[in-house]
Every structure is written in C-alpha cells, then in structure tokens.
C-alpha cells in the first residue's frame, strides 16, 4: 500500500485538474446566469 506507482499517480492528478476545471466552469455559468437575471430584473 505504500508503493504507488507513478503511473497511478499522474491519472488521480489528471483526474483531479479536470474535476477542478469542470467545477470552475460550471460555476463560472452559474454566476452568468445569476447576473443576468439581476441585470434583467
């Protein structure tokens, strides 16, 4: 359990900086869409 192979690790950091960029994205959205019902009302 100690030993992770670099491979294993370079996927979980791939996987991570995805998750990360998918959520600030879907965010960024989020906050667009809720700006432009404040602008519109």
Known sequence: ???ISKTAIII???VGVK???IRLVLLAREI???NNKF???
């Open 32 to 34: 667009i869409v809720c």
């Open 39 to 41: 602008l519109k009302d």
């Open 19 to 21: 998750s990360i960029k």
């Open 12 to 14: 979980l950091y791939d």
């Open 1 to 3: 359990m100690a030993y």
